[in-house]
C-alpha cells in the first residue's frame, strides 16, 4: 500500500501496484519508496494524469459498452478503469494545487 497526503486534503490510498502505474503517468520514479510532488509540479502532474485518463477513455470506447459492471473477457472479473483508480489522486492533487500545498508519498 501507498499512501499520499497532503495538508490540503485527506490521505489517499492504493495498491502499490497502481500507485507506481500513477506516478509513473505523472513522471516520478514509480520506484521511489517516498517523494513529493511540489506545488510547482502540481499542474503538470494533473495535466499528464488527465491526459492519461482520456487516452485510456478513448481507447477503450470502441471495445467497451461503458457500463460498470463490465466484465474482463480473460479474468471473468470487472473491470476497473485508470480513471475509477486515477481520480481520487487527482483530486488530492488538485485539492493540493488550490491551497498551495504539496503532495508526499512514504514519509
Same mark, same amino acid.
Given at each position: 500500500? *501507498? !499512501?499520499?497526503?497532503?495538508? @490540503?486534503?485527506?490521505? #489517499?490510498?492504493?495498491?502499490?501496484?497502481?500507485?507506481?502505474?500513477?506516478?509513473? *503517468? *505523472?513522471?516520478? $520514479?514509480?520506484?521511489?519508496?517516498?517523494? #513529493? #510532488?511540489?506545488?510547482?509540479?502540481?499542474? =503538470? @502532474?494533473?495535466?499528464?494524469?488527465?491526459?492519461?485518463?482520456?487516452?485510456?477513455?478513448?481507447?477503450? @470506447? =470502441?471495445?467497451?459498452?461503458?457500463?460498470? $459492471?463490465? #466484465?474482463?473477457?480473460? !479474468?471473468?472479473?470487472?473491470? *476497473?478503469?485508470?480513471?475509477?483508480? @486515477?481520480?481520487?489522486?487527482?483530486?488530492?492533487?488538485?485539492?493540493?494545487? $488550490? =491551497? $498551495?500545498?504539496?503532495?508526499?508519498?512514504?514519509?
Amino acid at each position: 500500500m *501507498i !499512501t499520499f497526503k497532503s495538508q @490540503a486534503s485527506g490521505d #489517499v490510498m492504493m495498491f502499490a501496484k497502481n500507485a507506481k502505474e500513477l506516478l509513473r *503517468i *505523472i513522471g516520478k $520514479d514509480p520506484e521511489a519508496t517516498q517523494g #513529493v #510532488v511540489t506545488v510547482d509540479q502540481l499542474p =503538470d @502532474a494533473i495535466a499528464r494524469l488527465r491526459d492519461a485518463i482520456e487516452a485510456d477513455k478513448s481507447s477503450r @470506447a =470502441d471495445r467497451d459498452s461503458g457500463e460498470p $459492471d463490465a #466484465v474482463d473477457p480473460g !479474468t471473468g472479473q470487472a473491470r *476497473i478503469h485508470l480513471a475509477q483508480r @486515477a481520480i481520487p489522486f487527482l483530486e488530492l492533487m488538485q485539492y493540493a494545487l $488550490d =491551497d $498551495d500545498k504539496p503532495v508526499t508519498w512514504g514519509v
